[in-house]
Nanobody
């Protein structure tokens, strides 16, 4: 069983930056595809970014392309999301998630992810 803990959220002005981290314990995290999702008040949880096991393949939602970068350090069991040029519409609770199945690729579908963190709040003021 993998436990995921997000950190790094906070309040930032529009145009600013934040770096989120997802720390994993239990399981063999370095073998799991990992993604970031977010959920704004009154909205469904949506895909943000995902990274393959090796880190060589990533996908991003159109809304964050060119602004967010996902990366991972398997030696430290962490996945990070560097967020730049933040906008008020990026305000949401951000969740880290991992796929339990091995030998699978990155996915934008939240139903493909089995392990979830508790989330970290990101608030972007205008």
């Amino acid at each position: 069983q993998v436990q995921l803990v997000e950190s790094g959220g906070g309040l930032v002005q529009a145009g600013g930056s934040l770096r989120l981290s997802c720390a994993a314990s239990g399981g063999t995290y370095s073998r799991y595809v990992t993604g970031w999702f977010r959920q704004a008040p009154g909205k469904e949880r949506e895909f943000v970014s995902a990274i393959s096991v090796s880190g060589g393949s990533t996908i991003n939602a159109d809304s964050v392309k060119g602004r967010f970068i996902i990366s991972r350090d398997n030696a430290k069991n962490t996945v990070s999301l560097q967020m730049s040029s933040l906008k008020p519409e990026d305000t949401a609770v951000y969740y880290c998630a991992a796929r339990a199945r091995l030998w699978v690729g990155v996915s934008m579908d939240r139903d493909d992810y089995d392990y979830w963190g508790q989330g970290t709040q990101v608030t972007v003021s205008s």
